[in-house]
């Protein structure tokens, strides 16, 4: 029996050292903390004469023969006691009946998240500590020094959380069969280090985008270079999300790294749709303007643009251009042997058409490429400000 049955409540304070924090999981929704719990309380059937009033110590096998609170951990999922080498169990008492009960424990209890701002967020959990017989009217469960109970290690540390506090506080559950009971909260707040997820997502993502922006400078008529690219920062991105919700719970609601993901996934898809108008309006646009040619100069041309949307190697700006070149060198190439002038005159017209090639790439972009290479950096970094600015400030 309890000390004091049938009378007042027994108090039994209860102070904590916290060892260590294990793990935290996100997927499983839990923590793992080895701690040292101690119990005080009074029990005169215990009190001893002594002459020095010094205390006597035992260890674990007395614990049976007594009477000790039943103090066990709300929403645990596993927790034991150490054993190596002996049961980390000690009982100490003292001639006016005082006891002293001390265990080193290691549990693994629940924690609700609210990842809707992860990674940039801050997780609230607590361990409860609740005797499971005795209600309010039989143990009064207290902290043996109020805040002071609540002791921690110095050198504690996590690999993706920084500690901001610790506290102690105390509470009442209800049960609706049992009645009232005590119940104390070891509290503490965790902030989660962003520099992991920032290397592993954010900066990978924001490097898709930027490269889905190449393809607004490439050349219209570059089908396999243009297409290839887009596919390319597609999967990229897809590969990226899919690694991010594997180390995740599968929650209903939307995260911060969602958002991002998703809006940077957007960015890079838009790049690939704006060139599939780009190419369509381009083919309108040549058979515009092959019917507006002659016959013969129809079926040359339209040899030419065939040629170009395999391999890419010509612009319909450049066709006629081409063509008029490669009649000019063709009669300079006869000339030449009997008038050296000419000879150089075609080679100062290869080096100025070369001098000329990045003109004529920018003359020959299509209007949609050319406000792209502005609209789309602009909203993106108008995002981003919104973003990091949203998420950050709270």
Known sequence: MRPGFGGSPIPVGIDVQIESIDSISEVDMDFTMTLYLRHYWKDERLSFPSTNNRSMTFDGRLIKKIWVPDVFFVHSKRSFIHDTTM?????????????????????????????SRFPLDTQNCSLELESYAYNEEDLMLYWKRGNESLKTDE??????????????????????STGWYNRLFINFILRRHIFFFVLQSYFPAILMVMLSWVSFWIDRRAVPARVSLGITTVLTMS???????????????????????????????????????????????????????????????????????????????????????????????????????????????????????????????????T??????????????????GLYVSK
């Open 87 to 115: 049961e980390n169990i000690m009982l100490r008492v003292y001639p006016d009946g005082n006891v002293l009960f001390s265990l080193r424990i290691t549990v693994s209890a629940m924690c609700f998240m609210d990842f």
């Open 155 to 176: 050198h504690i540390s996590l690999s993706q959380f920084f500690i901001e506090e610790f506290s102690a506080s105390s509470g009442l559950a209800l049960y609706s």
């Open 239 to 369: 590969t990226i999300i899919t690694g991010v919700s594997a180390s995740m719970p599968q929650v209903s609601y939307i995260k911060a790294v969602d958002v991002y993901l998703w809006t940077s996934f957007l960015f890079v898809f838009l790049s690939v749709i704006e060139y599939a108008a780009v190419n369509y309006l381009t083919t309108v646009e040549e058979r515009k303007q092959l019917k507006r040619r002659g016959k013969n100069s129809t079926m040359l041309n339209l040899e030419a643009v065939q040629a170009m949307a395999f391999d890419g190697c010509y612009r319909d700006s450049d066709i006629d251009m081409d063509y008029s070149v490669h009649s000019e060198d063709t009669s300079l190439r006869g000339r030449a042997a009997s008038d050296p002038s000419l000879d150089t005159a075609r080679v100062r017209r290869k080096r100025s058409l070369r001098a000329n090639v990045g003109r004529i790439i920018l003359q020959n972009n299509h209007v949609i490429d």
């Open 371 to 388: 406000y792209s290479r502005i609209i789309f950096p602009t909203v993106y970094i108008a995002f981003n400000i919104f973003y990091w």
